[in-house]
């Protein structure tokens, strides 16, 4: 083995002899954003301070898209304004429970968004536990009417995510399930990957059916919750939620662009959401998706003007119905756009590069994928999805790229009051920036046509 080494090491001997290319114009943005980007830090850092929680549809919203508009202006983009949407708007109210009998004590837990209200004074009730949705959907009506429903579930963490898409479910749907059962209200484990006593918000949906109060156990209490149902015949639960439905209500984008040399090739969106859930600051979701995005065009804005324009849109109302991309797409759905890329997956390093081209871009997917390698970046293959925001535009034919975040941790804190600024770490959002700014000047400035792919009908999870 050893001679089979050193002859090796004799063929490798000429390469160092070989001089390195320089660095291309894209690998030296790509590089100096790496090492220096401030903006989109500044970005998260000031909007998490000065303006915090800004729940979609509220006043805290509007505020946010004020400052929106005033960073964008002083980054110096083009065309920055306001496009208003109306949404209706649910805010939360007091939130406690305790276990009444047979093992008096609290626990906490958080409203879902969309959760209907228990009388002021709370509902008593008894509690029946399910391990999964599809135990509670396999139960007759008769063992839930009546009664607190908890549902319990198996989300792991993992990098790329996935867990969330499959035990999202509980969240989105087992209130509803609950309520066409006659269950009074449905207390869920947090859909979350930590062990801090935070419990982990998010919208559910009803489909038609009325709301019933429905809220997330912290994981340690949930835990403890399914422990006292294993040891007691019956386990009784006050609950008090008084959340409340406010109606229609203003909500918005704030759009940005950097303008193009050539209109006739087509346009580029790309984006994150401004709206983040009243529990945190929103610091990972999305602050630093919009700052990530923001920031890799303001490079391009600073350095040679691109082919195309890049339009950067920092989307209201995401997290609680999407008001905001729905207006966009049907106010725009003329425009030649013709690639799109959403950040919304928190604050950690890109992993993962998933083209969304036409065969006929082949070639510039594989110039993106060099330029991203560098950057510890693997080509993955699959449909690309470009976030909630953008997904339409995949969706009617538009080229895309996911740019995957490493999701193993995002789990800890999303939709909880622990989203905040010292989560994020500034040496992964350059990375990022650095990523975003690499593709986007790339595709931007690319000297082929880009083309449109067939229309394919949207997933549900
Ligand atoms: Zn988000």
Do not use: C
Not at 389 to 409: F, K, M
């Amino acid at each position: 083995m050893k001679k089979i080494f050193a002859a090796l090491a004799l063929s490798l001997l000429p390469l160092p002899l070989v001089a390195a290319a320089p660095p291309s114009p894209v690998e030296r943005m790509r590089d100096e954003a790496l090492a220096g980007d401030k903006v989109a830090w500044d970005i998260v850092e000031d909007l998490t301070t000065e303006v915090g929680p800004r729940l979609a549809g509220t006043e805290a919203e509007a505020r946010a898209r004020q400052w929106a508009v005033k960073r964008l202006k002083a980054l110096g983009f083009h065309n920055v304004h306001i496009e208003d949407a109306t949404m209706a708007t649910w805010v939360r109210g007091a939130e406690t429970a305790e276990i009444v009998a047979p093992f008096p004590q609290r626990l906490v837990l958080t409203a879902l968004g969309g959760s209907g209200a228990t009388a002021a004074d709370g509902l008593t009730a008894d509690v029946v536990g399910f391990d999964s949705i599809d135990a509670l959907r396999a139960a007759p009506a008769d063992a839930v009417r009546g009664k607190i429903v908890f549902v319990g579930h198996a989300m792991q963490p993992n990098q790329d995510g996935s867990g969330y898409g499959y035990y999202g479910a509980v969240r989105r749907s087992a209130p509803a399930v609950g309520a066409q059962k006659g269950a009074v209200a449905v207390v869920i484990r947090s859909l979350g990957t930590d062990y801090h006593r935070n419990p982990h918000t998010g919208l559910t949906t009803w489909g038609g059916v009325t709301p019933i109060p429905a809220a997330a156990l912290s994981i340690p209490d949930a835990e403890n919750l399914q422990r006292m149902l294993k040891r007691a015949q019956r386990v009784t639960m006050h609950l008090t939620l008084t959340p409340r439905f406010l109606g229609d209500t203003p909500t918005g984008n704030v759009v940005a662009d950097v303008p193009g040399t050539d209109p006739a090739a087509g346009m580029i969106l790309v984006g994150g959401h401004l709206d983040s859930w009243d529990l945190g600051t929103g610091a990972i979701d999305d602050a630093s998706g919009v700052a990530i995005v923001t920031a890799a065009a303001k490079r391009i804005l600073d350095g040679p003007r691109p082919r195309r324009t890049i339009r950067v849109i920092w989307f209201g109302d995401e997290e609680t119905g999407g008001a905001g991309s729905r207006a966009y797409f049907a106010a725009h759905r003329q425009d030649n756009v013709v690639f799109v890329g959403e950040s919304d997956f928190g604050a950690d390093r890109v992993w993962k590069f998933v083209p969304g081209f036409a065969e006929a871009n082949k070639p510039l997917a594989d110039r993106v994928a060099a330029a991203l390698f560098p950057l510890g970046i693997n080509l993955g293959r699959g449909e690309v999805e470009a976030g909630a925001d953008l997904g339409a535009w995949v969706r009617a034919g538009a080229a895309g790229a996911d740019l995957a975040q490493d999701g193993t941790r995002y789990f800890d804190y999303h939709h909880t009051p622990d989203d905040t600024l010292d989560k994020v770490d500034p040496a992964r959002l350059r990375q990022n920036v650095a990523a975003w700014l690499a593709m986007l000047r790339l595709v931007a400035d690319a000297p082929e046509p880009i083309a449109k792919l067939p229309p394919r009908p949207e997933r549900r999870p």
